[in-house]
């Protein structure tokens, strides 16, 4: 990707460079360790800088620019999302189509319970199933396939389509349809599909011990008893071999920038084109008018107390992880911001990522000039 100065695409550098001394307030205060912030804007890169650590504990390591972050549930919209339009675009499924349809044989009279015939692919993507938020999967099952089939089995919280409860455990149901209707791992399906084509080279599941001083460290593990370092964070993924639509996935701010600029042209990154116009459109509009919360597929759609901050304009869309990443795209000011921290380094009790990735949208947004 091209690198540009803030004013040769219409942002202010001094406002744009307020980012640093709020970035290390923030390390200063104790919100995280590190963090790496890239800003783009008309398809090139204006600001992209790393602060702090990506690790303190046991030992301290400075954080790079090409630091890699377990990404938690950015996962959605870049792995489950995209694929689950790969295939509607191939003619595989329909986004109304029933789960009920889509599982195996075997496993249909598992599903079969109520209410559950009535969810569709759409209401997973759009956290409308009626499934649980989230279950410590991780306690009562001993592998990918019983997780799968536990989710399989569970009973809806409530009707589906009446109301949005954010469920990881929905995107794991999906997992499942993908792997189940193209007979490939989702990981396989992710790096021959989406990455590979992207040149989204340090983007994975499972990332290999070779990148391992690359890694940010998350959390000390009360379950698994270290500090893991390209192990993935979430439970529930751990126990599903790491691979999931959930969670699962690592990668860089720069990776995730051109991520970011493949959505922005709307299906294509340079001669690669890997979803039309139509898909991306349909994605970042909202399926969820009258309910709770505005969502589009696989990605969360601003409002008011957006993490985006006030700023960015009501088309934009974006997505957090629980790990404190985040990537928020403005499609009216063709601007993207990608805001990757180790929030839960050592520990996930540290909060105040929530309040301050608001904050540097509304320091970004600002810079606007024309």
Not at 3 to 21: F, K, Q
Not at 71 to 80: F, M, Q, W
Not at 103 to 121: I, N, R
Not at 154 to 177: A, E, F, R
Request: aromatic fraction near 8%; hydrophobic fraction near 40%; charged fraction near 25%.
């Amino acid at each position: 990707m091209e690198t540009a100065r803030p004013e040769d695409v219409g942002l202010s550098s001094s406002r744009l460079s307020r980012l640093d001394e709020f970035l290390c307030k923030c390390i200063e205060n104790g919100a995280f360790p590190g963090a790496v912030v890239l800003v783009g804007r008309r398809s090139r890169i204006v600001y992209h800088k790393a602060f702090g650590y990506s690790m303190i504990t046991p030992r301290q390591v400075e954080m790079r620019k090409d630091t890699i972050f377990d990404l938690a549930s950015l996962t959605k919209p870049i792995v489950a999302a995209t694929l689950t339009m790969i295939l509607v675009e191939e003619g595989v499924l329909r986004l109304d189509d029933k789960i009920i349809d889509l599982v195996s044989p075997g496993l249909a009279p598992l599903y079969s319970e109520g209410d559950k015939q009535k969810v569709s692919v759409l209401h997973l993507l759009t956290h409308t199933s009626g499934l649980p938020a989230w279950l410590p999967l991780y306690s009562y099952c001993s592998s990918r396939d019983e997780v799968f089939r536990y989710v399989i089995r569970m009973p809806l919280k409530y009707p589906p389509g009446d109301k949005v409860v954010y469920s990881d455990l929905g995107i794991i149901l999906l997992t499942y349809i993908i792997e189940y209707l193209t007979g490939k791992r989702i990981d396989v399906l992710a790096r021959d599909l989406i990455f590979n084509p992207l040149g989204m080279n340090d983007t994975t599941y499972n990332p290999s011990k070779e990148v391992a001083d690359r890694i940010a460290a998350t959390e000390f593990c009360k379950f698994r008893k270290r500090i893991l370092v390209g192990e993935v964070h979430d439970e529930n993924a751990y126990r599903m071999d790491g691979v999931s639509g959930h969670a699962g996935l690592f990668s860089t701010a720069l990776d995730i920038a051109k991520f970011a600029l493949f959505m922005l042209n709307r299906g294509s990154l340079g001669n690669v084109t890997i979803l039309s116009r139509k898909s991306v459109d349909l994605m970042t509009r909202c399926h969820t008018e009258g309910l709770n919360d505005r969502r589009g597929i696989g990605w969360a759609l601003k409002t008011r107390g957006s993490s985006c901050g006030d700023l960015f304009s009501d088309r934009s869309y974006g997505h957090t992880g629980f790990t404190g990443t985040s990537l928020w795209i403005d499609p009216e000011e063709e601007l993207f911001v990608v805001f990757l921290t180790n929030r839960v380094h050592p520990t996930r009790e540290n909060r105040a990522i929530l309040r301050i990735r608001p904050l540097l949208h509304n320091i970004v947004a600002s810079s606007i000039k024309d």
